[in-house]
Structure formats: C-alpha cells, structure tokens
C-alpha cells in the first residue's frame, strides 16, 4: 500500500514515515497539510496526524474529494477527541485512533483499513462503508462479537494459537510474534497453519480480518 503522511510536528511526521518504511509500505510523500498531496502520486492511505478540532478536520477532507481517486483517511488525534472526530466526520473517513495508539495497533489498523474496513470507535453505531458490510471496534476491551459458528471456531483453538492469532491481527510479523511469546519462528509458523485450518482461511491476512471481525481490534 502507498502512504502519504500529514502532520505540523516534524518529529511526528518522521516517525510515522519511518515506521510505515519498516513495515515495507511505499510512503510517497510527507507534508504539513493535505493540500501537499500531488493528484499525479494519490496514495492508497493518507495518515493524518492532526490536533485541530474534528470541524477543522472536517474542512480538510474536502480536499481528498478533489483527487482523482479518494484515498483512505486514517486521522491519529489527541485522546480526548478521538471519539468526537469519529462521531462528526462517520464515513468520511476509514479509521481514527488516538495518539497513545501502539505501533503493532496502527500496523493493524493499516491493514484492515487497506482491505476496505473502518475502524469505529467504541459508541460508533454507523456501519461501514459501501465496500464492504463489516466494521473493526477500536476498542481495545471490546466485547466478543462473534457468530456463533465462528465462537466455535474460537472454541476449537489453543490459549497459544489464540495468542498468537491476536498478535498476528495487531500487525505482528512471524519474527514479532515469536519475540512476545518467547518461542521460534518455525513454532509460529506450525501454529499459524493449524489455526488457518480450524478458522477456514488461507493466509495471514485472511485470519487477522476474521479476528478483527470476531473479537475486535485487539
């Protein structure tokens, strides 16, 4: 995925393009607003960090309608406005998140995001956008909202297969999850295929979606 990266604090703006970088995502450009966004290089994801109120934010995004495809807007706000930017923009944009958010939080959000979900806050009751019907809680202590048959699914997996399926959800790579759990890569990856087959998917993206979509984002 391509990422442009919008913020007035430098100090911000290279740590969120340096972390973007190491998870192997094309950052194709910084600025200290959105109007630095070239229509010729649109990207896939805009990462907006910002303070302004969720009205001033609001203005802003009319900017992203002017593009030749409208990218994603992921906006990362103080913590005590993160809720109101959600409620007043809804499906203006595809996530927002607070600044105390962890980077194996934003690497997952990013990626559910770039597969077409939102991430809503906790008393977001707003579905998700035209692509598709499923919406990702940001609430960390969100509550079980599987379906049955996929509460099964859960039943059927180990503490550690559970373990290792939230950490993968978060953005973990297999090198990450096995550093947390104290255990090697090739015992992830043993785990990572037998979970694939008790959850009935094919791959790591595909089962971090279904955890998001069962539990939440962890």
């Known amino acids: ?96 998140l607070a600044e105390d958010i962890s980077a194996e939080g934003l690497a ?25 019907s499923r919406a990702v809680d940001a609430n960390p202590s969100a509550k079980d909202t599987a379906a049955p048959a996929d509460r099964k699914k859960l039943a059927m997996l180990s503490k550690r297969e559970h373990d290792i399926l939230l950490a993968l959800a978060e953005g973990g790579s297999n090198k990450d999850i096995a550093n947390r759990l104290g255990i090697c890569e090739a015992t992830v990856k043993v785990h990572l295929r037998t979970c694939y087959r008790k959850i009935g998917t094919k791959n790591r993206t595909q089962a971090a979606v279904w955890v998001m979509d069962c539990l939440g984002h962890p």
């Open 1 to 96: 995925m391509s990422i442009f990266v919008v913020s007035n604090s430098m100090l911000f703006s290279d740590v969120l393009k340096n972390y973007c970088e190491s998870q192997n995502h094309k950052v194709c450009g910084c600025g200290s607003d959105l109007t630095q966004i070239e229509p010729s290089k649109t990207p896939d994801i805009v990462l907006l960090h910002t303070r302004d109120s969720d009205v001033e934010i609001g203005e802003q995004t009319r900017i992203l309608a002017s593009l030749p495809k409208t990218p994603k807007l992921v906006v990362i706000s103080g913590k005590s406005s993160s809720v109101s930017v959600q409620k007043t923009l809804g499906s203006k944009v595809a996530a927002v």
């Open 108 to 132: 997952g959000v990013l990626t559910v995001v770039n597969l077409g979900f939102r991430v809503v806050a906790e008393t977001e009751t707003i579905a998700t956008d035209a692509s598709d």
